[in-house]
């Protein structure tokens, strides 16, 4: 596996383990689980908030935004 794609995979696997659950996923535990370093999780977050992917809900949360919804929907 390339590096890119591994830097790939662990966005992929931040995201989906943020959206499992109903009222969205705690970056913190998320990080402790994917066993990522609480700054590499941080910066993939903001990545995917700038982007639209996600959106902060409440106290570390995240939820799905804008820019994932109408990729879905298409």
């Keep these: 596996m390339t590096r890119g794609t591994a830097a790939s995979d662990?966005?992929?696997d931040l995201l989906e383990a943020l959206l499992e659950g109903d009222e969205g996923g705690s970056?913190?535990?998320v990080a402790a689980t994917l066993g990522l370093?609480?700054?590499?999780a941080h910066r993939m977050a903001a990545a995917l908030v700038r982007r639209g992917f996600i959106a902060p809900a409440h106290r570390g949360h995240y939820v799905a935004g804008l820019r994932?919804?109408?990729?879905v929907t298409r």
Aim: no cysteine.
């Design 27 to 29: 970056l913190r535990a």
């Design 37 to 40: 370093p609480s700054s590499t």
């Design 10 to 12: 662990r966005m992929l």
């Design 68 to 71: 994932l919804a109408n990729l």
